[in-house]
């Protein structure tokens, strides 16, 4: 009934390409963000933002990263956890070094310097494809995980790869409290996922789809494979690295390589197939479900009160996690974005479906 | 010299117990397509459930042969992974025919969470010793030929003839059965398979059942060797090189690729380590299967896929 485009008429190339064509999508994205910039500052506890919001905003940003490769260009890739490894100490060792470094050049040098990393383990897919990619990436994954531990150069010296930020300050002024390290994040994520959209909805990102979908058929409408991976593997590794440089000073301020092992990978593998593979929105779906649900998992015996012990709950987390997620993959093999669109094409004809 | 062909024997033994999980791989990737991440969470499981099965069943059944509690326990894993290949097959596969690498190599991460969880919470998440009565002392060898010999651990060389003989089992069964033959069919093409009689779903339950079978062979080796606990389950990680180095189709391959990391692994480790910082084993399967890889896509023996990428 309120969810209609019709009567929404179009005069202007402009106005017909534009992100959100349809004027109720608009409002509905203005309120989102009105909440989450004014409403959720002022009333979530302090609890809500370092277990769920700021790990939610970082795993979308990461999962909006690893989503461009892995759902847009259809490159498999383990080694997201390793891209963010390099962000992340990329990032420190230009705070630690340089004197005076800004903290937004740091992390945004710390995703330029994931991106070279990236297009050299990108240069595989080249040759390789599918499960033989994945297990490429995986070789990243740990030589990355190794390089972190065992070279002192890498880390600044810090022994077994462990350190630590000081307090994050930016124009002087300090991002200490969790609603500043939020509406940091946020502000992060917001204008990335802008700009991966914009980038899908443009010539790279049709190049990228037309990859995944069919690369011979690709190279033959003259696309060419080499450039239209690299530039997937370059933008998801910097969008990737960032996330890292951000999950390792904002979220954690001291961090260690395991942070960022091959568990991380899978977790973010996981975010985009439960989210949707090729889904800006499914990136963000994926990212609330994984941030939830162990939460979820090890706060619901207490909820009802069944004394559980810890070794038993961290089983059943495991248990259940596993089972979830073959659940999804057999009931929505297309992710969560599937279940949205479905509920906004039927929100299009109620109350009168036919 | 004699140093070194110590480290070379300890390689090859090493590289034989990755060839392990490897076959594992390499089975239900042929016969299903499904690169099956759970085979380190099933070794785990199986090993889980023979280390316990040995301890439970003496003091119920009131046994004290170890041979034949052994022999029991090892009956009652069996049919715990021939169980949990059929469930696996019933609740996941079935539901899952036609969809993307990507999405089943996701539904066996699931699976091997599962399996992980469930494993630890049904027998417990203690480090236990699986005592099969494999020898553990040391032997020298060729002591004739160098001043102290080569030291052999004893257990190792069962272990070697453990796993010849499971390879040899594997082969005839999959060369001179009619279930082999038909495996092979499916391998080759499932719908082609499936037009001339061969029920899909029976030969996956086989499949797993016999992926299974090598998981706990697996488990009972490197339980015995190494005591069993969570870290088992990593152990496919480790193999995931060896089966691309080898091939993802071809069994031989799995064989020979293990022993080729197994080797350069241990003797990187030993004679490059100590001068860029140790912990080379961690990564050097990766990194010399990604050079493989450059110049042979398929691996050493895989069957070569024309294909333009």
Same mark, same amino acid.
């Given at each position: 009934?309120?969810?209609? /485009?019709?009567?929404?008429?179009?005069?202007?190339?402009?106005?017909?390409?534009q992100?959100?064509?349809?004027?109720?999508?608009?409002?509905?994205?203005?309120?989102?963000?009105?909440?989450?910039?004014?409403?959720?500052?002022?009333? #979530?506890p302090?609890?809500?933002?370092?277990?769920?919001?700021i790990?939610?905003?970082?795993?979308?940003? #990461?999962?909006?990263?690893?989503?461009?490769?892995?759902?847009?260009?259809?490159?498999?890739?383990?080694?997201?956890?390793?891209? =963010?490894?390099?962000?992340?100490?990329?990032?420190?060792?230009?705070?630690?070094?340089?004197?005076?470094?800004?903290?937004?050049?740091?992390?945004?040098?710390?995703?330029?310097?994931?991106?070279?990393m990236g297009?050299v383990?990108?240069?595989?897919?080249?040759?390789?494809?599918?499960?033989?990619?994945?297990?490429?990436?995986?070789? #990243?994954?740990?030589?990355?995980?190794?390089?972190?531990?065992? $070279?002192?150069?890498?880390?600044?010296?810090?022994?077994?790869?462990?350190?630590?930020?000081?307090?994050?300050? =930016?124009?002087?002024?300090?991002?200490?409290?969790?609603?500043?390290?939020?509406?940091?994040?946020?502000?992060?994520?917001?204008?990335?996922?802008?700009?991966a959209?914009?980038?899908?909805?443009?010539?790279?990102?049709? /190049?990228?789809?037309?990859?995944?979908?069919?690369?011979?058929?690709?190279?033959?409408?003259?696309?060419?494979?080499?450039?239209?991976?690299?530039?997937?593997?370059?933008?998801?590794?910097? $969008?990737?690295?960032?996330?890292?440089?951000?999950?390792?000073?904002?979220?954690l301020?001291?961090?260690?390589?395991?942070?960022?092992s091959?568990?991380?990978?899978? /977790?973010?593998?996981?975010?985009?197939?439960?989210?949707?593979?090729?889904?800006? =929105?499914?990136?963000?779906?994926?990212?609330?479900?994984i941030?939830?649900?162990?939460?979820?998992?090890?706060?619901?015996?207490?909820?009802?009160?069944?004394?559980?012990?810890?070794?038993? #709950?961290?089983?059943?987390?495991?248990?259940?996690?596993?089972?979830?997620?073959?659940?999804?993959?057999?009931?929505?093999?297309?992710?969560?974005?599937?279940?949205?669109?479905?509920?906004?094409?039927?929100?299009?004809?109620?109350?009168?479906?036919? | 010299?004699?140093?070194?062909?110590?480290?070379?024997?300890?390689?090859?033994?090493?590289?034989?117990?990755?060839?392990?999980?490897? +076959?594992?791989?390499?089975?239900?990737?042929?016969?299903?397509?499904?690169?099956?991440?759970?085979?380190?969470?099933?070794?785990?499981?199986?090993a889980?459930?023979?280390?316990?099965?040995?301890?439970?069943?003496?003091?119920?059944?009131?046994?004290?042969?170890?041979?034949?509690?052994?022999?029991?326990?090892?009956?009652?894993?069996?049919?715990?992974?021939?169980?949990?290949?059929?469930?696996?097959?019933? +609740?996941?596969? *079935?539901?899952?025919?036609?969809?993307?690498?990507?999405?089943?190599?996701?539904?066996?991460?699931?699976?091997?969470?599962?399996?992980?969880?469930?494993?630890?919470?049904?027998?417990?998440?203690?480090?236990?010793?699986?005592?099969?009565?494999?020898?553990?002392?040391?032997?020298?060898?060729?002591?004739?030929?160098?001043? *102290?010999?080569?030291?052999?651990?004893?257990?190792?060389?069962?272990?070697?003839?453990?796993?010849?003989?499971?390879?040899?089992?594997?082969?005839?069964?999959?060369?001179?059965t009619?279930?082999?033959?038909?495996?092979?069919?499916?391998?080759?093409?499932?719908?082609?398979?499936?037009?001339?009689?061969?029920?899909?779903? *029976?030969?996956?339950?086989?499949?797993?059942?016999?992926? @299974?079978?090598?998981?706990?062979?697996?488990?009972?080796?490197?339980?015995?060797?190494? @005591?069993?606990?969570?870290?088992?389950?990593?152990?496919?990680?480790?193999?995931?090189?060896?089966?691309?180095?080898?091939?993802?189709?071809?069994?031989?391959?799995?064989?020979?690729?293990?022993?080729?990391? @197994?080797?350069?692994?241990?003797?990187?480790?030993?004679?490059?380590?100590?001068?860029? @910082?140790?912990?080379?084993?961690y990564?050097?399967?990766?990194?010399?299967?990604?050079?493989?890889?450059?110049?042979?896509?398929?691996?050493?023996?895989?069957?070569?896929?024309?294909?333009?990428?």
């Open positions: 009934m309120l969810y209609r /485009e019709n009567g929404q008429f179009k005069t202007s190339y402009r106005a017909d390409q992100v959100f064509p349809i004027t109720q999508d608009r409002i509905g994205i203005a309120l989102l963000l009105a909440f989450v910039i004014i409403v959720i500052p002022v009333i #979530a302090e609890y809500l933002f370092r277990a769920i919001l790990p939610f905003l970082i795993l979308s940003l #990461a999962a909006l990263g690893l989503n461009i490769l892995v759902g847009y260009c259809g490159q498999i890739s383990l080694g997201a956890g390793a891209m =963010m490894a390099v962000g992340a100490y990329a990032a420190y060792n230009f705070q630690a070094r340089l004197a005076g470094m800004p903290l937004l050049a740091s992390l945004l040098l710390g995703g330029v310097c994931a991106t070279v297009v383990i990108g240069i595989p897919s080249l040759r390789i494809k599918g499960l033989y990619l994945a297990v490429a990436t995986l070789a #990243a994954q740990f030589f990355v995980d190794w390089a972190c531990l065992r $070279i002192p150069w890498l880390t600044h010296g810090s022994s077994s790869g462990s350190v630590s930020v000081a307090t994050l300050r =930016m124009q002087g002024l300090q991002i200490e409290s969790p609603v500043r390290k939020y509406l940091f994040c946020l502000v992060f994520l917001v204008v990335f996922a802008m700009l959209k914009n980038l899908v909805r443009g010539q790279i990102g049709r /190049e990228w789809m037309a990859t995944r979908d069919m690369d011979v058929a690709a190279a033959v409408i003259g696309i060419r494979p080499a450039y239209a991976k690299l530039t997937a593997f370059a933008v998801s590794s910097f $969008i990737l690295g960032v996330a890292g440089a951000l999950w390792g000073f904002v979220h301020g001291s961090w260690e390589p395991a942070t960022f091959i568990d991380r990978s899978f /977790e973010l593998l996981f975010i985009v197939i439960i989210g949707g593979l090729g889904s800006i =929105m499914g990136s963000f779906f994926g990212a609330a479900f941030v939830v649900l162990p939460i979820l998992l090890t706060r619901l015996p207490q909820w009802f009160g069944i004394p559980i012990d810890t070794a038993l #709950a961290s089983h059943l987390t495991y248990m259940i996690f596993g089972a979830l997620i073959v659940f999804f993959l057999i009931v929505e093999p297309h992710g969560l974005a599937r279940l949205w669109s479905t509920g906004k094409e039927k929100l299009r004809l109620w109350p009168f479906p036919h | 010299m004699g140093f070194l062909l110590e480290t070379l024997i300890g390689g090859l033994m090493t590289g034989l117990l990755y060839s392990l999980v490897a +076959l594992g791989f390499v089975l239900i990737f042929k016969a299903s397509g499904v690169f099956n991440f759970a085979q380190g969470a099933m070794v785990l499981f199986a889980l459930a023979m280390a316990r099965f040995a301890e439970w069943i003496p003091r119920i059944a009131h046994i004290h042969s170890k041979a034949a509690s052994n022999l029991l326990a090892f009956a009652a894993a069996l049919t715990v992974m021939v169980v949990l290949a059929w469930l696996i097959e019933k +609740l996941v596969l *079935r539901k899952l025919v036609n969809q993307e690498g990507v999405t089943l190599l996701m539904a066996t991460l699931g699976i091997a969470y599962f399996l992980e969880g469930f494993g630890q919470m049904l027998f417990g998440s203690d480090i236990y010793k699986i005592d099969v009565g494999l020898p553990k002392d040391p032997i020298f060898l060729l002591e004739r030929v160098f001043p *102290r010999g080569v030291l052999v651990n004893k257990e190792d060389l069962y272990a070697a003839a453990i796993a010849a003989a499971l390879v040899i089992a594997l082969s005839l069964f999959f060369q001179k009619a279930t082999g033959r038909a495996l092979r069919a499916v391998a080759d093409d499932h719908q082609a398979a499936q037009s001339i009689g061969i029920p899909l779903n *029976r030969i996956w339950v086989i499949v797993w059942s016999v992926a @299974g079978f090598v998981a706990l062979v697996t488990g009972i080796i490197w339980g015995s060797k190494l @005591g069993v606990q969570f870290s088992l389950s990593v152990v496919a990680l480790k193999a995931l090189p060896v089966v691309l180095l080898g091939g993802l189709t071809s069994v031989p391959g799995a064989i020979v690729g293990g022993m080729i990391i @197994g080797v350069g692994e241990k003797v990187s480790e030993v004679y490059l380590g100590s001068q860029i @910082g140790g912990g080379i084993e990564w050097f399967g990766y990194v010399l299967v990604l050079f493989v890889l450059l110049f042979r896509p398929q691996g050493l023996f895989g069957e070569k896929v024309i294909d333009r990428i």
